[in-house]
Nanobody, 125 residues
């Protein structure tokens, strides 16, 4: 079973930047679509960004032009570069994976069976 471990969260002021990382326990990127989700208490987990095995990406409207998802196949690591952070970006951020295939653009929690433990991002105004 693939294991995912996130890191890179923290506290930052509005307008700042953070880069999240997600290390996979085995080489997954050739067979898995990878994604970032986030969740605040009392709300559903929200899809933030997705990257396919071929490098196609999709972003939530709320983070377009501010966040960038990328991966390093050699290191089996997924990244999320977050710029121009806003207080509403405050959440627990999770890395997730699902086997490649089907409708690639699906960015909903239901379609991702593999999850990391999360890393907290806090943006102050």
């Amino acid at each position: 079973q693939v294991q995912l471990v996130e890191s890179g969260g923290g506290s930052v002021q509005s307008g700042g930047s953070l880069r999240l990382s997600c290390a996979a326990s085995e080489y997954t990127f050739s067979n898995y679509y990878m994604a970032w989700f986030r969740q605040v208490p009392g709300k559903e987990r929200e899809g933030v960004a997705l990257i396919t095995t071929g490098g196609s990406t999709r972003y939530a409207d709320s983070v377009k032009d501010r966040f960038t998802i990328s991966k390093d196949n050699a290191k089996s690591t997924l990244y999320l570069q977050m710029n121009s952070l806003k207080p509403e970006d405050t959440a627990m951020y999770y890395c997730a994976a699902r086997r490649a295939g089907g409708l690639w653009w699906l960015l909903r929690e239901t379609y991702f069976p593999i999850w990391g433990q999360g890393t907290q991002v806090t943006v102050s105004s």
